[in-house]
């Protein structure tokens, strides 16, 4: 049976068709060899509406500007999107964009104008590694860049002129860092993000983050949540390793997204001395994260968030492959959790704390 939806197959069969169709019709771009001599304007494009999907872009800025410093380097991303990278030190402008297609009239033949007037000398095609966008691949023509960069999947070689071949087994942010390929820059997949709260984080009359700051080892962020609740675990997981935690003389402090208050709470009864904190912005969450010095979370945008923060991270992965979506520097563990499993609480109890001691910190 075909199935429909976002993730069905008669979805990726209408974006293939789709997507070979316009293929067909336009022309194929033109060999051009890229000018690495001089100062170039780069455009790194991914209109994705996720936090994750936008944090896993960060290790190509950082490792652009370190390479090389002249550069004008562009994030081009969804409108909603652009709080997330504003004021990043490895980005030079932030360029909202979103477009969904032909008919290129009004509003979407103005963004399209806001592309060109970028005068990109490449554009790079950040998105899906897995599966081939023509909107994304129809927006990297249109900013007009001579030198055009994508994965190498579907009908690619119609579109850009240096196709980069995806890394098997698929890893989403070693793909990405592997786009600089043609730039001649050799990146790896650590993420870099700076957070910049602009209020304090208040509970009880107490500044949060200046008590973490003063005590370190002493304290760990959880966020329990995440976006899509088909793909996380709950209390019954998060309950022990606040739990464990605690015993490792850590504080857990329960970080809320909206409407998870109820969630924050079953955990804080899971685990007497853990504290739920108020509602956070982006940038006060990961600051929360890089002065607790741990993070506790479900695969999700925090999981991104605290390694982007350079956060040692503990994430658990209910339904998604973490070879795929996870990060793989000494500090952070990938942990698979069996949802159905009775015994799941106390081993990863087992695990955390194995984490932990690896970490050191408070006694």
Known sequence: MVSGGPNGALWRMRKQLTASVISAILPAPRPVELQLGRPLRVGYLRIDRRVGEVLLQTPIFHAHKRARPDDTVSAIVHPRMARVLRGQPHIDEVVPFS???????????????????????????CG??????VGHALATRATGAPVRIG???????????????????LHEATARA????????????TM????????????????????MRAEPGRHAVVTPGGRLAWRRAGPAQFGPLCQGLLERGRTPWIAPGPGEDELCADV?????????????????????????GATVCNNSGPMHLSAACGAPTFALFAKMDPTRWGHFQPEHEMVVVDLESPDEGPRLKERVLAWLDRLGGAR
């Open 99 to 125: 477009w969904r297609g032909f008919p290129a009239v009004g509003e979407s033949r103005d963004q399209l104008a806001v592309l060109r007037a970028l005068k990109l000398d490449v554009a790079v095609d």
């Open 128 to 133: 899906d590694p897995s599966l081939f966008s």
């Open 151 to 169: 994965f190498a999947r579907g009908p690619a070689a119609d579109h850009y002129t240096h196709p980069v071949t995806v890394p098997e087994p």
């Open 178 to 189: 592997r786009l600089l390929g043609p730039l001649g820059i050799d990146a790896g997949p």
């Open 192 to 211: 870099h993000w700076v957070p910049h709260p602009r209020e304090p984080v208040i509970l009880d009359g107490e500044d949060v983050l200046q008590r």
């Open 268 to 292: 804080a009864r899971a685990a007497p001395g853990a504290r739920v904190l108020p509602l956070t912005d982006l940038d006060q969450l990961g600051a929360l994260m890089q002065a607790a």
